[in-house]
Every structure is written in structure tokens, then in C-alpha cells.
């Protein structure tokens, strides 16, 4: 039998402590890299440093790979590895803070809901990535007519959503005579607590205004920022990560040495005292989580977007073009900072210079073509609303058009040398249509504009940024993205 990382040999410590210490007081829906990089490396540097019995039982609600992870997980003892990756050296840490795994093809939607139902569980986490909350992008609230809310509407015992299967763990505790739990979104989604509970909140009076009105006054719904860097595995992450390891860890994770958390402090049942390992709890997050989603997100998606057009595979790649490091400085200093309103004595040059320093890092493989996935999603959060507030104020947003306009080539699904691009996004036929119908630069603009969806109603009516992104639209076109952003900066 081949060695893994709880039976084999291993160059590094592994935890002091067992899964029997453990308590599974958090139900994560949603065991993703990020998750693995984040919370959960979180919670296990407070149990290195405190008698804590907070432990995690790890969720996945998808088929595929989500399931082959939740059985890899089981097959080494709930253990993992994490690389965090400076330019210069990697640290690997074996993370011991998960106690279960779970996932509907091994433990049944019967299986979930219990342990979501459990009187010891005191928080209901999230990494679901933005459609996983099945809301609308402009609006924020719930998409009634998602399939897989139809679903849970009509069978709310065998939910499929993430919103379904806590509506109903929150009903079962109702009808137990339990307290309520802690939903916790740590996604890189605006005021991500509130769009959180908007979906809870929506689908449950969908269901029964009753245990709607229950669950508004026995749960709350933080709002959180969270901050990592943490490309998605490939062959040649685990390997690498394989042979400084000593065995191959299917679960293992890359990542940057840099985190941050900040935490809105309302919790209905409890929590880990993460403050004590680098977590920063707050009364607002919204000012950290602005300044995170427009300026390192934002940013993010500029050069997503852009990049790939212009040939990069990775962010680090694609900044060792200094007219796109350039560009992205100029975008965040310029363009995002001025919309932002922070604490007295936040420095947005040296968090720009930081980031700059980050997307930088060559040790970090973060593709271009992962960071483009979902632009509908992300779009309104990182680019739109900013542009929304310069409009306002009369204020230049060049870099910004040149994001969207990038972001409308992309979704295009060919690259400037006619290769397909495998755009996945919710919305992605409707791109594929208009770009069929419509050949014409403006005419695409305006129709891919017209997404209301996306854009809302008040943008595509604004001739002034139609004719904004229809010229940049148009440069790329006719210039190529590389080009492009050399000229932008003159």
C-alpha cells in the first residue's frame, strides 16, 4: 500500500494532536484551495497555541473533484499540506484542523444535515464562490428561478444549493429546539454576510415565512474580508510539493506566504478566538472589504482579463511587462483608491505597492485563465460600481473601461490568434450569441451592455460610458492588448 501523508514519512512536523481532541463545532460548505489555505490553516494555528477543540468538518456539495477531495481527505487521516511560496523559499505546514469530511455520494444529503443539525455546531462557514449563493449579480438578492433553488423548493429535504441545505439544517434545528448557528461567508463577494443572508433569508420565506422569521432572529450572518493568494493545483504543484514533502499529498495547496483576515464580531453561538493567530475582528468590515475587492480584485480581474489576451498564462507572468505593472498601479491609485473611504491612517500607496509585490511573486502560478472565470459575478463588485462613482463625480476611469472592454474581448471566446478560450461563466451562451449576431465593435458593446444582469439599468443608459468602453473595446480590437496598455499608460 503506497504511503500517503499520515502513514509515510514526512520532512516535516506533523500535528502534536489527533482528531479526537476535536470538536466539529463548524460545518464548512465548500472545501475548495482557498478554504484550505485560509480558515482552515487559521484554526490550526490556534489549536498549535491554545487547548482549542474547535475542528472543522469539511463539506463539498459538488460531483467530480470535489468528491475525489473529500475522499483523499478521509484516506489520509484529514491531513494536508499547505506550501506557502515566497519568491525566494516555500514553508510546508501538515494542517490538523479538520475532524470530518463529508460529501453527498459518501455520507447522503441525510448525512449533511445532521451534522449542520448537531448541537455542537456553532458556525456554518463558506467558500462557494459568488454563484453559489444562486443570487443575482445586480440586485444581490435571490435568483428564484436558479434550478438547483427550484429544486429546493420543491424537495427542501434533498437540497442541492447551499442555501437550500442550510434553510433546511436551520429548520430541523427549529423544529429540535436548538439554538441557531453563525453563517460565516468567507468568499470574495461584497458585504458577504449580506448577500449571504439575502439568499437564506429569500429562500426561507419562499419555504415558510415562519421559519423565515425564526431564522432572521436566531442567526447571524457576518461580514468578513479574506485575503490569500492561492492559484488552483496543478500536476505540477503537487509533485513539487511531493518531492520536498517526502509523499504525494492529493490535497496539498500552494500558496503565498501573505494572509489577512477581518471579521465582523457577531456570532450567535460562539467562536474561535482566531484573533489570537493574526484574524482581526471589527465592528465594519465593509471598509477592508472595499478596499480589498476593488483594489487587489479589481486589479486582479484587469490583468485576468488582459493578460490572457496579451499572451500570459500566469499574473506573475504577465507582470513582468512593466506597461501592465504600470497599468495596474495606475488602476489601483488612480482609479480604485479615491472611491474608497478607510479608517484615519490606512496607507493605499504602500497596500498598492504590496500588492504590486504580490501579483509579482513567480513562485505563485496563478493563471490568468482562473482568475477570468465568472465575470458575471464579479464585474458589477470590482469594476462596475467604481465606475458608477466616477460617473457621479466626473472623475477619468480609463483604466476601468479598459478592464471591461478586456472582459468583453475575453468573453468573446477567441484569442488575439483565433484560439478558443474555454470561458466558463453562468452566462456564457448569451456571450457566445451576441458575439455570433453582432460583428460590429459598438453593436457587441451594446449588446453585451444591455446584460442587465451585469450592468444594471443604469449604465447601459449612460452614452458617455458606452462610448468609453466602445473605443477601448475597438483598440483592443485593433491593437492587440499588448499595445494597448503600452498606449494607455502614455
Known sequence: MEKNIATGSVTVAKPNWNASRLT????????????????????????ECSDSDWGICEVNLMPGNDARLISSLKEQNLLYTVAERGALSTELKIIGSVKEALHPEFDGIAGILDAMA?????????????????????TGR???NNALIQNDLANPQQPKSAPGYIVEALNMRRQLGLPGFTVL?????????HVAKAAVLDLAVARDPELAQWIEANVTFPCTMVDRIVPAATPETLQDIAAQLGVYDP???????????????NFVNGRPAWDKVGAQFVEDVVPFEMMKLRMLNGSHSFLAYLGYLGGYDTIAETMTNPDYRAAALALMLDEQAPTLSMPEGTDLKAYAQLLIERFSNPSLKHRTWQIAMDGSQKLPQRLLDPVRLHLAQGHSYRYLAMGIAGWMRYVGGLDEKGNAIDVVDPLVSQYQAIHREYTEPADRVRQLMSLSAIFGHDLPENTAFLDTVTTAYSQLIENGARKTISMLNA
Open 251 to 265: 490535497c496539498a495547496i500552494a500558496c503565498e506566504p501573505f494572509r489577512q483576515w477581518v471579521i465582523e464580531d
Open 142 to 144: 435571490l435568483d428564484i
Open 118 to 138: 448537531r448541537p455542537e455546531t456553532a458556525i456554518v462557514s463558506l467558500t462557494i464562490t459568488e454563484k453559489g449563493y444562486c443570487t443575482q449579480a445586480a
Open 24 to 47: 466539529s463545532r463548524i460545518v464548512h460548505l465548500g472545501c475548495g484551495a482557498f478554504h484550505r489555505a485560509h480558515q482552515a490553516l487559521f484554526t490550526h494555528h490556534l489549536l
Open 185 to 193: 461567508s468567507c468568499d470574495n463577494v461584497r458585504e458577504n454576510g
